[in-house]
């Protein structure tokens, strides 16, 4: 998605219970969301979200014919701007864990009324993580021991010519990395909302990375969330 938000934001819905995904859709339409696919099972979703180009998908797991994790995997590996919010009745911690590694922006309980989704919807499309109460903590702590095993590419900043993070920006990356929203990070630093987005694409672009996931990996490896 580009910096700045243009028209409606694009949703595809993707869950094989034909009644809630038309109902969902539905809802994403009266509230000013552009539906721009829908999909029932795993490989249709693949095929549909590559042609039409949503900015976020709402992904149900438990698909036929390819799983739900398996469906985010292959479309971020596609379109890393892509934002990816699982809508799920499992509240397993497996579960959880597993669609954030896929690359999911957040993860939400399909117990959540249609405020919370609709709201859940917005936040996902600007790059907030947005999880169901009581999961947040667990994705952060999920983070702290995928900083804990080797990294797959060495970034040491100590090597000459690597990416310089600007003051503010390593500041931002430090919030991140404390598990605080980009609402809280634009509050605690009396920046806007949007400022705080710009300097973590900014973040992700010198540092080569591709998501959130990444990049409190990248900061907690280096002691951010610490100092």
Same mark, same amino acid.
Do not use: C, W
């Given at each position: 998605m580009?910096?700045?938000?243009?028209?409606?934001?694009?949703?595809?819905?993707v869950d094989d219970h034909p009644m809630w995904r038309d109902a969902v859709a539905r809802d994403l339409s009266e509230s000013g969301f552009e539906v721009v696919a829908t999909a029932g099972d795993g490989e249709q979703a693949v095929r549909r979200a590559k042609a039409a180009g949503p900015d976020v998908l709402v992904l149900d797991l438990n698909l036929p014919a390819k799983p739900g994790v398996q469906v985010c995997k292959e479309l971020v590996a596609h379109?890393?701007?892509?934002?990816?919010?699982? $809508?799920?009745?499992?509240?397993?911690?497996?579960?959880?864990?597993?669609?954030?590694?896929?690359?999911?922006?957040? !993860?939400?309980?399909?117990?959540?009324?249609?405020?919370?989704?609709?709201?859940?919807?917005?936040?996902?499309?600007?790059?907030?993580?947005?999880?169901?109460?009581? $999961?947040?903590? $667990?994705?952060?702590?999920e983070y702290r021991r995928l900083a804990a095993e080797p990294a797959p590419v060495d970034r040491d900043s100590d090597q000459p010519g690597a990416p310089?993070?600007?003051?503010?920006?390593?500041?931002?990356?430090?919030?991140?990395?404390?598990?605080l929203? !980009?609402?809280?990070?634009?509050?605690?630093?009396?920046?806007?909302?949007?400022?705080?987005?710009?300097?973590?694409?900014?973040t992700l672009g010198k540092l080569q990375?591709?998501?959130?996931v990444e990049?409190?990996? !990248?900061?907690?490896?280096?002691?951010?969330?610490?100092a």
């Open positions: 580009s910096e700045q938000q243009t028209g409606p934001i694009k949703v595809m819905v379109n890393p701007a892509l934002r990816v919010l699982v $809508l799920s009745a499992s509240g397993e911690h497996a579960d959880v864990l597993e669609a954030v590694k896929s690359g999911a922006t957040g !993860y939400l309980l399909k117990s959540a009324s249609t405020e919370e989704l609709l709201d859940a919807v917005r936040r996902t499309a600007v790059g907030d993580p947005v999880f169901t109460p009581g $999961l947040a903590g $667990l994705v952060l702590g310089q993070l600007t003051e503010r920006e390593t500041e931002v990356l430090r919030l991140v990395a404390k598990g929203s !980009y609402k809280q990070i634009a509050e605690r630093l009396v920046i806007s909302h949007r400022t705080v987005q710009n300097h973590v694409q900014n990375l591709h998501n959130r990049l409190v990996r !990248y900061a907690i490896e280096r002691g951010l969330d610490d």
